[in-house]
């Protein structure tokens, strides 16, 4: 038993291409880090940014959000449309002072079973070092994990 | 003003119009009047002060549904309205639009034609105020902007009147009143504001005139105006002026350039 930080890590990817270059990982036999737990959507299109932030709020310290390649889209446009949003998302994010080095955008096709391994590795990775997301965890569960410390800030805010 | 008044109620006796979204004096700044009989029109003004964004009454049905209105516009009512019209929230024939000429005289603009060339001729405001302060929010750190926002939406109360001040904000069934799923905590917390925020100003990305009026509207005083100036900003950045294609999330181009997405 080590007591060295483990980062949860979930992964939201399109059912046609990067669930299935997962499976090939598998299929590979290629060995990746086991921090991460995968959500398949019918279309990165489907990934609403409402959805990263649940991720968050939920405890985790990273998000990867993955899908088929520019013009490899099983319903033609949805990672376009995908790809505005998460730049406009990104930016507002970035601004609001969330780290945005926690969340990851990758295109991983249903072929690039390596690349979906070493896009897990390298996040993990990144995430040991920059540590558990505690300032968004301490925001999002003000109420339900401290009551005590939740009274007390309450009180200095009357002040 | 007299101009004002004898259009107005010419406008009103025709019948062209049913009612009139106009300004009167209020205590500090001018405030909304409604005017929908000839003979109330006399309390009304319009003059560089009139800035408040009157677009947002456009879309309130129990005010307007069914009638032809006639609306006082400054730069972002314009905007918005053409905003409004692109997604058929408008119809043409329904709306006299009475703006103010550099000159400071009355014009009426019958169609949208004339309020696209209208536009083209003003000058949109200075935002000076704003992009300084998006400047300086910008070379903070990360833990500084997460500082500086946590501090100003732990004020934030949920009053939704950023929501109730956007001509843009018109859908009738609003994301924070669903609660299968409950996407927003009802109650007031900094994390259930900042989502709030988050939704209100991706849901108004590429749709948003800049006007300000959110900002305007907070009553605890939360700039968030800036949050809605900064997207603006990226949504020039990234995808340049807006076209005729359509809102930029509803659109794509193959050819879209990012850097992050590896």
Redesign the interface.
């Known amino acids: 038993m080590t007591n060295e930080f483990e980062p949860k890590v979930l992964a939201f990817v399109c059912n046609w291409c990067t669930y299935t270059g997962a499976d090939l990982t598998g299929t590979s036999r290629i060995k990746y880090a086991s921090n991460v737990k995968i959500l398949r959507f019918p279309c990165t299109g489907r990934i609403d940014?409402?959805l990263i932030?649940k991720a968050f709020?939920n405890g985790m310290d990273g998000v990867i959000v993955s899908g088929c390649h520019?013009?490899d889209c099983h319903y033609t446009?949805g990672n376009?449309?995908a790809?505005?949003?998460?730049?406009?998302?990104?930016?507002?994010?970035?601004?609001?002072?969330?780290?945005?080095r926690r969340i990851?955008?990758?295109?991983v096709s249903a072929a690039e079973g390596a690349k979906w391994a070493e896009?897990v590795n390298e996040t993990v990775a990144g995430l040991r070092e920059l540590g558990p997301y505690t300032?968004y965890h301490r925001?999002?569960n003000?109420?339900s994990d401290s009551p005590t410390e939740a009274r007390k800030e309450m009180e200095e805010?009357h002040e | 003003m007299n101009d004002l008044i004898s259009q107005v109620q010419s406008l009103l006796e025709n019948k062209t119009i049913d009612i009139f979204i106009g300004y009167e004096k209020g205590t500090r700044k001018p405030r909304p009047a409604f005017v929908s009989k000839a003979e109330e029109a006399g309390k009304l003004i319009f003059n560089e002060n009139c800035s408040g964004n009157l677009a947002v009454y456009l879309t309130r049905k129990d005010l307007v549904e069914g009638k032809k209105v006639g609306i006082a516009a400054s730069y972002y009512t314009l905007k918005n309205i053409i905003l409004l019209f692109d997604e058929n929230q408008l119809k043409e024939d329904h709306l006299r639009i009475i703006t103010l000429s550099e000159k400071g005289e009355i014009q009426l603009l019958q169609s949208l034609e004339e309020i696209k060339q209208r536009l083209k001729e003003m000058s949109a405001p200075a935002k000076a105020d704003e992009e300084e302060w998006v400047r300086k929010i910008d070379a903070m750190t990360v833990s500084e902007r997460w500082a500086f926002w946590t501090e100003e939406l732990s004020r934030c109360f949920k009053c939704y009147a950023c929501r109730a001040a956007c001509p843009m904000c018109y859908c009738t069934k609003c994301i924070v009143e669903i609660n299968r799923p409950q996407w927003i905590q009802p109650w007031a917390s900094v994390f259930s504001n900042m989502d709030w925020q988050i939704n209100r100003v991706m849901h108004m990305a590429g749709r948003c005139s800049d006007c300000g009026a959110c900002g305007a509207a907070c009553p605890v005083g939360i700039p968030i105006h800036l949050l809605s100036h900064k997207m603006a900003e990226a949504v020039k950045e990234n995808f340049g002026e807006p076209d005729e294609k359509g809102n930029v999330l509803s659109t794509f181009k193959p050819d879209d350039k990012e850097n992050f997405i590896v």
């Open positions: 940014f409402m932030l709020a520019p013009n446009s376009f449309h790809r505005r949003r998460w730049m406009l998302f990104r930016s507002l994010l970035d601004f609001l002072g969330i780290d945005i990851c955008f990758s295109w896009l300032e925001v999002a003000f109420l805010q």
